[in-house]
């Protein structure tokens, strides 16, 4: 179930979603570094990480799902957000060159669907980057962040979720090493808790960001059918001794 847009919005208002922020956008922009020319769209509540592609891409839109909400993005220009259905999305079929979900895959109650969804918007050359609660994490343990909601995955289980919706990943990332502490003193010292938790490889990020590309084809593998020996029923024809044939 998606978290309100109203309960998000006010997270990242404050210093730790401030913070989550930052890290996170480092995160995203390490495995995007370039958007020129790209068609950009974001599943979730992407709002806070979108901005950082907004000038440099060809479109950037951001798609809310109708169970979360949706505010007005960006505030000071014409709207780029919309209310959707997360699993039938206003798009035709390869419309799209990249989409990021932030807040989406956790929160969906068919994630296969939602990512079945963002395989038929995206180009044949399209790349998708999921920002995803790591299971292990500290942030999956606490609900006083959005993630800590919804279902976190390990990173096996978003591969094995990835292959099944004809998705390959290539590329991962990790963020949010410091605690999801609230206090201001604390989260003083967050650049730190990231830069050491980053240079150790620490096994407890908040996040895991996974890119993935997607699959044109998909291989079946070809069933052998199995042969069965079946006696045969008909009377067998045996010669008498005088020559003649009976039964």
């Not at 990835?162 to 990943?169: D, G, H, I, K, Y």
Request: with cysteine.
């Amino acid at each position: 179930m998606f978290i309100d847009v109203v309960d998000l919005r006010n997270f990242y208002a404050q210093p730790l979603g401030v913070v989550a922020r930052r890290f996170v956008s480092r995160g995203i922009r390490t495995h995007w570094a370039d958007v020129r020319q790209e068609r950009v769209a974001g599943i979730g509540y992407t709002i806070p990480y979108l901005g950082i592609f907004r000038e440099e891409a060809e479109r950037c839109l951001a798609f809310m799902p109708a169970s979360q909400g949706v505010v007005k993005w960006p505030s000071n220009r014409p709207g780029l957000a919309t209310l959707v259905d997360e699993t039938r999305l206003p798009l035709t079929d390869s419309a799209v060159d990249r989409v990021l979900l932030v807040h989406a895959l956790e929160m969906a109650d068919d994630p296969v669907t939602l990512l079945r969804e963002v395989w038929r918007v995206l180009s044949p050359n399209g790349r998708l980057l999921a920002v995803v609660p790591n299971r292990r994490g500290l942030w999956a343990r606490t609900d006083t962040t959005p993630f800590g909601h919804g279902r976190p995955y390990s990173r096996s289980q978003i591969t094995r979720i990835l292959r099944e919706t004809m998705f390959t990943p290539k590329g991962w990332g990790e963020a949010l090493y410091v605690p999801p502490v609230q206090r201001t003193w604390f989260l003083r010292s967050a650049v730190a808790w990231e830069r050491v938790g980053a240079s150790i490889l620490a096994p407890f990020p908040g996040v895991n960001i996974v890119e993935a590309s997607k699959q044109a084809y998909r291989a079946i593998p070809v069933k052998r059918e199995k042969r069965k020996i079946v006696p045969s029923l008909e009377p067998v024809l045996a010669p008498s001794p005088g020559g003649a044939v009976r039964m």
